[in-house]
């Protein structure tokens, strides 16, 4: 019997995400090397690293959206096809059409379409919960709103209202606090705290260095291998720090700003819209 499998036929089922021995590559160039992974239920987590360490490759092969040369994932021990019900997902903002011919309410009533089916219209019921997720993020007020004329933080806070309304029981986001603003930020993560604080499991690939120990419980830091990962408190060190960035970030770990202060990202610059 494979080691972590129970009679069940489950593998790693403790572990909300399980990953192990993956391996992606571009053309002949490694993206992620060999990464294993694990990150319990019940907690909000930071993915951090330099750019091009494989931050946004990692979500995306754990979803299969990328295909990976070797390893495998598994979700509360079931595989992606098994629990993909389970799983919520927003991407990365610049990634989306924002041209498409429809309104905010529209988009979140998509995320219902994996539980209705394609082809079955959503009806009062559906509807009722797609506005209720709009509720959520503040946005009920844009409900017949055209997506293109959403500001990038509107626009934000309506791909989070998708994947809200799916009632997921682990969700990914890809940078959702970048380029937004501060009311959005708050609006974030206060969200993504409830969705925590309900037992959920959050994965966020994050930028800003200076907010992981005040926004997050749970640390991974990546550059195409994985560097360190853990609770927070365990995690970010000075010699991780070094480990995953090289000279590219000043250590920034002892003196966190103050509340609603900006700070040095990931990427050496300062928060905000880019």
Do not use: C
């Amino acid at each position: 019997m494979p080691q972590g499998a129970g009679t069940d036929g489950l593998h790693e089922p403790q572990f909300a995400l399980h990953v192990e021995d993956l391996t992606v590559s571009y053309h002949t160039n490694p993206v992620l090397w060999d990464i294993d992974l694990d990150i319990p239920p019940g907690v909000l987590a930071a993915v951090v690293g330099p750019n091009g360490a494989g931050k946004s490759t990692l979500i995306k092969a754990a979803l299969g959206l990328v295909r990976p040369v070797a390893g495998h994932v598994r979700y509360f021990g079931q595989g992606y096809a098994a629990a993909r019900r389970r799983i919520g997902y927003v991407p990365q903002r610049s990634s989306v059409d924002w041209d498409f011919p429809t309104d905010a309410l529209d988009v979140v009533t998509m995320g219902l379409y994996g539980k209705l089916g394609w082809f079955r219209r959503p009806g009062r019921a559906a509807r009722a919960r797609a506005l209720a997720a709009l509720a959520d993020v503040g946005m009920q007020d844009y409900a017949a709103r055209q997506i293109s004329q959403l500001s990038g933080g509107q626009q934000q806070r309506v791909f989070i209202a998708r994947a809200l309304v799916q009632d997921a029981d682990i969700y990914f986001l890809d940078e959702p606090l970048a380029g937004v603003d501060a009311t959005t930020e708050r609006t974030i993560m206060a969200l993504l705290r409830r969705l925590r604080d309900a037992g959920k499991t959050v994965i966020v690939v994050h930028h800003d260095l200076s907010t992981v120990r005040r926004y997050f419980d749970w640390l991974v830091m990546l550059n195409v291998r994985i560097i360190a990962q853990g609770p927070v408190s365990e995690v970010y060190t000075a010699e991780n720090l070094r480990r995953t960035y090289g000279g590219q970030v000043a250590l920034i770990e002892d003196l966190p700003p103050a509340p609603g202060a900006e700070g040095p990202t990931a990427e050496g610059g300062q928060d905000g819209p880019r």
